[in-house]
């Protein structure tokens, strides 16, 4: 198990072996001996938490949450492999979400429309289903007693209909799935991080996404802990950088005219011309193929997900 990370005040990250190094972050809380893992990566993530519970000494019979901040695939394609290995665990979603969890059909059906069928098999392979019974829906406000330690839900749409945070009363910080951005830990320069906005499809809604992320800067959260990848600090300045860079995103979608193809092409390449210039301007070092690398499928899903929202607005 690669990039563990102890932060001290009981929670732990480490690496969710998605796609590549430091793209997914699995996030552990850890209080008394009782466990709850935010977010849970691919199913290839299962050996990793495993891992985890080993070094810390601690059974698989110990996990008592597994909560997911939404159901896109990434978060939540190991749900299901996780419920089956931890007896006790009970998964914790938001109430759009349930559903799909204890029948993955349909949300298999939506990711295979993004990504294709070749790479769903290959990089999520079989989506287990979870027993109804063992499901919490988590509505807005709802708190998660983790050994005495509460751990609070907020409804968060904006990336998502069916994304939660959850706000860690103990240690001040908030676990954001992708409503605090995308921030990879290849492009700090001197421990400052570069953080931009995720407008993935289908459900990208600018205004209900800047709300969140105002509600969540309102907290005043100690840190942030993103899925992708994992803590950050001095969250005013990473929020003020995060709601500049989406409203950059919104008006380059909003200058291209047309539908289809061409459009996705030009939006594709101003946006990827923006992101690069902003990266340099961050003082990165790293050349533009080594940080396209590092970016270009969320550049990518970033252009379906503005298309999407354009030709809902547009009524296309």
Request: one cysteine or more; aromatic letters at 6%.
């Amino acid at each position: 198990m690669s990039d563990w990370r102890d932060y001290g005040n009981g929670i732990i990250a480490f690496d969710a072996g998605y796609v590549r190094p430091l793209l997914a972050a699995i996030h552990m809380v850890v209080e008394q001996g009782r466990v709850a893992f935010i977010d849970t990566g691919s199913r290839d993530a299962l050996p990793n938490a495993l891992a985890a519970l080993l070094r810390l000494g601690l059974p698989t019979t110990a996990v008592d949450y597994v909560i997911l901040t939404h159901i896109h695939l990434d978060h939540a394609g190991g749900a299901g492999s996780m419920m089956a290995a931890f007896p006790n665990a009970r998964l914790i979603v938001h109430p759009r979400g349930a559903r799909h969890m204890a029948e993955p059909s349909k949300l298999v059906s939506g990711v295979t429309a993004v990504y294709g069928a070749d790479y769903v098999a290959k990089v999520y392979g079989e989506i287990l289903p979870i027993p109804a019974e063992r499901i919490v829906e988590a509505p807005d406000g709802h708190v998660i007693d983790l050994a005495g330690r509460s751990l609070r839900c907020l409804d968060t749409p904006g990336h998502a209909r069916h994304h939660i945070c959850i706000v860690d009363q103990a240690s001040g910080g908030i676990f954001t799935g992708d409503m605090f951005g995308l921030s990879y830990r290849e492009l700090d320069v001197d421990g400052r991080p570069f953080i931009f906005p995720t407008t993935t499809p289908t459900q990208f809604e600018p205004g209900e996404m800047r709300a969140s992320i105002r509600r969540l800067l309102d907290l005043q959260p100690e840190a942030v802990y993103l899925t992708h990848y994992s803590r950050l600090t001095d969250v005013p300045q990473r929020g003020a950088e995060l709601l500049r860079r989406l409203d950059a995103l919104i008006a380059l979608a909003e200058a291209e005219v047309g539908v289809g193809e061409q459009r996705h092409a030009r939006l594709k390449q101003v946006m990827t011309d923006y992101l690069l210039a902003q990266v340099h301007e961050h003082g990165c070092t790293l050349d533009e193929a080594s940080v396209l690398d590092c970016l270009g499928t969320d550049i990518e899903l970033n252009t379906q997900g503005l298309c999407v929202w354009l030709d809902t607005r547009n009524g296309n």
